[in-house]
């Protein structure tokens, strides 16, 4: 044992003494800060080592549960250096610790280091200390109208009490809960009550029927608080399973899912946020109907939704900056002037480029770590029906390149939003300066298609009739076309180049892949630029991207839609891609002295005004 020393005057204090002056057992109030150096110098030599030990304890992290306590760096920083960690503790502190005088330790301190011995050294002593230590603080700090910080302290002293067979202090905390429960469970503000609960429903030898009537009351007296009563309707169905009760549990489930309904009902009003919420708990309503034996109520509730879902693109507000384009509008008549038709679409291609993935993924992350708040929660993507088309998580805080999926996922989304800002403003201005310029017929694209190696045999018209409608303004119709036809000629060019664009189906039958699995097929990345796939990928097939070929192919798509940013970044996209396999334009582009020579925009030719 560590024994107490003499004083030498008034200036050395042992270690315990020394522990009681600095720390007091408040809630939330062990630190680190608290062992100063002016405290150490109070200690004899011999006793430093122990003190600058709790010091670096005292700076630990824990995070509780139910079922047990993670002892944590308090700071973990991006380049993986850290504080104090559990991992620094070596066997010689451990029996530094083992020879402490626990029960002279202030309770907030020994209710951690006895913790810190049960759990990772499993001293049974430790764990009898720890269990009452956690309790005297429980009731120490507890009070009716003021419990924060207090529910872990519980959780730890029924977690052990219960782990070691504490038959006394187990049952003693027990009438604590039969007592609260009685008296002031139901009243209790916040999630206390539910988390006590919880934490005994998850006892082995528990009798939750206790807590049924309680449940009950918290639903009723809770109405407008969603979170609550979802809470205690779900740990009601719990319990009744746990007893056995399975068709009351399955009612509790339906009468779940009700509340889910009329609460949507309540919120969804002219306000985004309320129909966004309102979405979510119809979803959830019409799963718990589906998987509760009630599924015309699931049907009807579906139809509801996609109502509703119709009516949100009409209250969304959107976010606009208002921009003058003069500059952009000079630059594109300064580059197309004296030039012929020809010449004018080539220019259209020299404008767009296809944007490396290299170069999307550093603007995501430099983007990220430029503004990470905004970057916590993912976003929604929503379509023009108001239906969300995919949950976008967030990358990881701290590796932003640890899901390669999910940051291609965000590579996607950034590159649209670009396409659309260069579709909107750049493409749609070329075209229309052309088509000011030139009265275009079908004839006038036929340089784009004939005796192009990369256009699928017998396709040659369709592609023909789908680049003169975009090129004349017939957006709608264009792209209907150029869509599919698109898809197709990258299916064309996989499989001239080895790669298996069909399934074998078990009864012997074949299908056409996925355009998603064309894209990703091993031959075509090893013979083509992997670039223009990105793009082709993100335009045609992606939900964090435009997906205009599944809009297309089910018909959602708008005639609007077509005409905007995305859709005519797509269109001239087709072109670029088309005029880097054309003989005719590789030699107009020779030939042509006006195509050497561009005039780059003014660093002000897009401005947004005030």
């Known amino acids: 044992m560590i024994q107490d020393k003499l004083r030498f005057g008034d200036e050395i204090m042992n270690i315990y003494e020394l522990l009681n002056k600095i720390v007091v057992n408040r809630r939330h109030s062990l630190s680190a800060n608290l062992f100063t150096e002016e405290a150490r110098e109070e200690l004899d030599e011999n006793e430093k080592h122990i003190f600058d030990l709790l010091r670096n304890i005292s700076s630990l992290g ?8 993670e002892f944590h760096p308090i700071f973990v920083m991006s380049d993986g250096s850290r504080t104090f960690s559990i991992d620094d503790i070596s066997e010689d502190d451990y029996f530094v610790l083992q020879n402490l005088e626990l029960d002279k330790i202030p309770l907030i301190l020994r209710a951690l ?3 810190l011995l049960w759990t990772k050294k499993k001293k049974f002593d430790a764990a009898k200390i720890a269990a009452d230590a956690y309790w005297q603080l429980f009731k120490l700090w507890y009070k009716d109208e003021d419990n924060i910080g207090t529910l872990d302290m519980i959780r730890r002293a029924v977690c052990i009490s219960a782990q070691t067979k504490q038959t006394a202090l187990y049952n003693e905390i027990q009438e604590w809960f039969k007592e609260f429960i009685d008296t002031r469970a139901a009243s209790t503000e916040g999630f206390f009550a539910l988390r006590v609960m919880e934490l005994f429903f998850e006892q082995k030898h528990f009798d939750v029927s206790v807590i049924l009537k ?3 009351d918290l639903i009723e007296e809770n109405n407008d608080n969603i979170a609550k009563v979802e809470q205690a ?3 009601k169905v719990e319990c009744l399973f746990k007893l056995q009760r399975k068709e009351e549990a399955t009612q509790n489930n339906i009468l779940l899912a009700d509340y889910y309904i009329k609460f949507a009902e309540k919120i969804f009003q002219k306000d985004i946020q309320g129909a966004l919420r309102a979405v ?5 309503g019409i799963i718990l109907y589906r998987n509760n034996g009630e599924p015309e109520k699931a049907e009807t509730t579906h139809k509801r939704l996609v109502e509703i879902q119709r ?7 959107p976010f606009s900056i208002e921009l003058d384009i003069k500059g952009v509008v000079d630059n594109l008549k300064v580059n197309m002037e004296g030039l012929s038709f020809e010449e004018c679409v080539i220019r259209l291609t020299q404008m767009f480029v296809f944007e490396k993935q290299e170069d999307i993924k550093k603007r995501v992350i430099e983007e990220f770590k430029d503004n990470p708040i905004s970057h916590l929660f993912g976003k929604s993507l929503i379509n023009a029906q108001g239906q969300t088309v995919l949950a976008l998580p967030p990358l990881d805080i701290h590796d932003p390149e640890k899901d390669p999926k999910l940051m291609e996922l965000h590579m996607y989304q950034n590159a649209l939003e670009k396409q659309k800002v260069t579709g909107d403003i750049w493409m749609k201005n070329a075209l229309l300066i052309i088509r000011d310029k030139f009265v275009i017929n079908k004839s006038m694209v036929e340089f784009l298609i004939k005796d192009n190696p990369i256009i699928p045999d017998g396709r040659e018209r369709i592609f023909q009739s789908g680049l003169y409608m975009f090129l004349n303004g017939d957006y709608y119709e264009a792209l209907h076309i150029l869509a599919p036809q698109v898809e197709n000629l990258f299916r064309n060019i996989a499989r001239e180049v080895g790669g298996l664009t ?10 056409e892949k996925v355009l998603s699995s064309i894209f990703s097929l091993p031959e075509l990345l090893d013979c083509y630029d ?3 796939l990105f793009t082709f990928r993100g335009l045609l097939n992606e939900q964090s991207g435009a997906n205009i070929r599944n809009e297309i192919a089910h018909g959602i798509i708008s005639e609007y839609a077509c005409s905007t940013g995305v859709c005519l970044y797509f269109g001239v996209a087709v072109i670029k891609l088309l005029s880097l396999t054309s003989s005719s334009c590789y030699r107009i582009l020779k030939n042509s002295e006006k195509l050497k020579h561009f005039e780059m925009p003014d660093k002000d030719a897009l401005k947004v005004v005030k």
């Open 62 to 69: 824990t995070k509780i549960n139910n079922k047990g306590i």
């Open 113 to 115: 280091i006895a913790d």
């Open 214 to 216: 309680v449940l009950d």
């Open 233 to 235: 309707y779900e740990l």
């Open 280 to 284: 979510n708990f119809f979803q959830k």
């Open 311 to 317: 009516e949100i693109p009409k209250i969304m507000v």
């Open 502 to 511: 069909v399934t074998l189906e078990k009864d012997g039958s074949s299908m």
């Open 530 to 532: 992997n670039d223009i």
